[in-house]
């Protein structure tokens, strides 16, 4: 059973970079494409972006200025940079496999909730 | 961007009710759309991919139907474990967009 774990600081002051990483296990990182998702307290979600297992990214255009998505095959991980954060990146942050199609979101992780304040 | 629109932004239903949610794109999207189930505190979990089609392990009395712009998620019969937010996303293009949600309450 793929398990996917997010980790990273709870609180990130503004203006600063907010950074969180994702572990999968039970399954091979380097098969799939792999995607953060994020949900504001008491809202809906959106799709930050995903990356490959060869490290291509796609982001949201309303926040590529400002993310990165990176990938280590070697530690089953990948990883999410927002900059130049505000109050209004507060969220809770999850990772999620694409599934076989790439049109799907099929395992996400439990999510990280990520306050924004000083 | 792909504009998906949730109706109604919530229900009211009792165990064993019918339940329908309809999920409404700005421009057709052929049948690539998944609906999702989140409960309080949860992660979303995958249902249903390619508008019809049942993620392995989800009940039968989960439906999906549509394509183009209209969609549909039908509970055929409301069980306790199903009051939660439903939410539909389109997987045509990127920037993936998600519909606001839809809230199954109980009545």
């Known amino acids: 059973q793929v398990q996917l774990q997010e980790s990273g600081p709870g609180l990130v002051k503004p203006s600063e970079t907010l950074s969180l990483t994702c572990t999968v296990s039970g399954g091979s990182i380097s098969s799939y494409y792999w995607s953060w998702i994020r949900q504001p307290p008491g809202k809906g979600l959106e799709w930050i972006g995903y990356?490959?297992?060869?490290?291509?990214?796609n982001y949201n255009p309303s926040l590529r200025s400002r993310v990165t998505i990176s990938i280590d095959t070697s530690k089953s991980q990948f990883s999410l940079k927002l900059s130049s954060v505000t109050a209004a990146d507060t969220a809770v942050y999850y990772c999620a496999r694409q599934g076989p199609s790439g049109r799907t979101l099929d395992y996400w992780g439990q999510g990280a909730l990520v306050t924004v304040s000083s | 961007d792909i504009q998906m629109t949730q109706s109604p932004s919530s229900v009211s239903a009792s165990v064993g009710d019918r339940v329908t949610i309809t999920c409404r794109a700005s421009?057709?999207?052929?049948?690539?759309l998944a609906w999702y189930q989140q409960n309080p505190g949860k992660a979303p979990k995958l249902l249903i991919y390619?508008?019809?089609t049942l993620q392995n392990g989800v009940p039968s009395r989960f439906s999906g139907s549509g394509s183009g712009t209209d969609f549909t998620l039908t509970i055929s019969s409301l069980q306790p474990e199903d009051f939660a937010t439903y939410y539909c996303q389109q997987a045509n293009s990127f920037p993936r967009t998600f519909g606001q949600g839809t809230k199954v309450e109980v009545k």
């Open positions: 421009q057709g999207i052929s049948t690539w």
């Open positions: 390619a508008a019809s």
């Open positions: 990356i490959s297992n060869s490290g291509s990214t």
